[in-house]
């Protein structure tokens, strides 16, 4: 496995832990897994130098442990993990994905003959999960909401793993002028199928993704084959190059953009499909999407401002050229280092920084409350900004942020002369994520007003296809940055991607953003593109994201910000 990273150990030593107990197996190999990841989780120690160095000296990871996770860092499997995964139902793998399901609640469901997410549903609606001995009314109506929201996401990828296949599918056809399609091309924040567009037929297709994509077969009646690659599904559609653009175009939208188009194709005397323009039965010249836009008498619409959230406001919005790109991004904020939960020193996150070809880094590390990140203290903060002043006199384009906790009463987890040492702040919410509507709204409109506040962290608090976002009224919060000039994130972490793009099309013109990659590693770093898609389909142009800025401009912009709240 390249550049295995200490989280997804621990990650896979908690799963182990989870099947082990699920399963009711040798308890103490579950609590050895378990213990082996609380050591790491405390660990600041690079996970490469980890692996490389077989664990030595690291508490509570014994030989055995240590040998599994070295193979699970070259080969990407780990035994124990895929032996207790064997011994369990795959429907019951599943209940794993709601929030607030253990092991132990998990085995009292399987053992209740609940065994699937769509079994675990009918049964909180019927009263079956209500009736369990641990479980009751309010527990099972809290069930539902959760696993109705597990069973909307079971079908969909991140975008980043979307795109990644996507990307890879588009590598192996390179010479048939292979297009990003479907969900990946217009960036929504999760995908369904990874599609690709190519110039040429089904056999050529075939020929070059031989061994790649599994299951490849064609679809009756379209210019389509379908398969899956690493599990993910994927389409590959063909066109002559005559008709390339009207299969970009048939394949570039989401199914109620496509049937729209089609029924504007009709009315004009054309049949559009994905074989081509056609008009009296003769398939017209359509290289390019433009081209089937112009025969028809219709605008083209840019492939970001494809879904019905765009339908009334498009042909506002900002062309695509003037959009903001990964290019204007000149600082990356909110990112973190070995000082709290990331894998990188201070000075190794500028070097990538750089490498990308950004200009300077703006540090984001976790404050005290977040003790299971590895948070600082206030003694711990004080060193952290001494060395990023270090670091700067030596000439590295570093800024001292941090990224600090909302509490549960809106206060922040440091004092204002401890943020008033930072070049910026970001606020964030990391904990009662279940506080009623009213609570929280009241919690984050405090915090989004504070003084020394710059930007409002990944603000509903949503895991893309893991937990919806905690309930407030988003658009009091948003209304609250902007009447006190705080800065909104576009999380750029696939797993996270908030705020929606819906709700900063929404909010465009009223907000100021920051597309902030809350990366822990080097290679996190370069999430920066979700985020941009993000703000793509919000219609965001450069002027409107604030790390777009240079870094003496976004000092000066922070200290205008201050000032005007006195």
Known sequence: MADVTRKELVGVLK????????????????????????????????AAELVASS??????????????????????????????????????LGLF???????????????????SLEGLRAAARDGRVAALKGFGPKSAAALLETVEFALAAQDRQHLAVGLNV????AARLVDQEPRLAGDVRRGLETVRTARVTVT????????????????????EGKPLLTGRVDGVPVEVAYAPAGARGALDLMMGGGTEYREALRAEAKARGFDLSGWG?????????TPAEVDVARALGLPLRPAEYREPEHDALWQTLPPPEALVTVADLRGLLHTH????????????????????GHTYLGT????????????????????????????????????????????ADGTLDYPDEELLNLDYVVASVHSHFTLDAGRQTERLLRAVSHPLVTVLGHPTGRLLLRRPGYELDLDAVLAACERSGTVVEINANPYRLDLDWRDALRWRERLRFAINTDAHTLAGLGDARYGVAVARKAGLTPDRIVNTLDQEDFLTFVRRQREARG
Not at 99 to 115: C, E, S, T
Not at 277 to 285: D, F, I, V
């Open 15 to 46: 799963t182990t832990a989870d099947l082990l107990e699920l399963l009711g197996q040798e308890p103490f190999r579950a609590n050895a897994y378990r213990s082996a990841a609380r050591s790491l989780e405390a660990l600041d120690t690079d």
């Open 55 to 92: 664990f030595a000296g690291v508490p509570k990871v014994g030989k055995t442990i240590a040998a599994e996770l070295v193979t699970f860092a070259k080969t990407g499997r780990f035994a124990p993990l895929e032996d207790a995964a064997s011994q369990v139902p795959p429907g019951v």
């Open 97 to 115: 994905r709601v929030r607030g399901l253990g092991p132990k609640k998990i085995r009292a469901l399987w053992d209740a003959g609940i065994d």
């Open 166 to 169: 996507a990307e890879g599918l």
């Open 200 to 219: 040429g037929s089904a056999e050529d297709v075939r020929a070059r993704l031989s061994g790649v994509a599994e299951d490849l077969r064609p679809v």
């Open 277 to 285: 323009l056609k008009r009296e039965g003769q398939r017209l010249p």
């Open 337 to 356: 280092s070995v000082w709290s939960d990331g894998a990188a020193t201070l000075s190794q996150m500028v070097e990538e920084t750089l490498r990308r």
């Open 364 to 407: 984001g590390d976790h404050s005290r409350a977040a003790h299971y990140a590895n948070g600082m203290s206030i003694e711990r903060l004080r060193a952290y900004v001494r060395e990023i002043r270090e670091l700067q006199r030596a000439g590295l384009p570093i800024l001292a942020g941090a990224e600090v906790d909302i509490l």
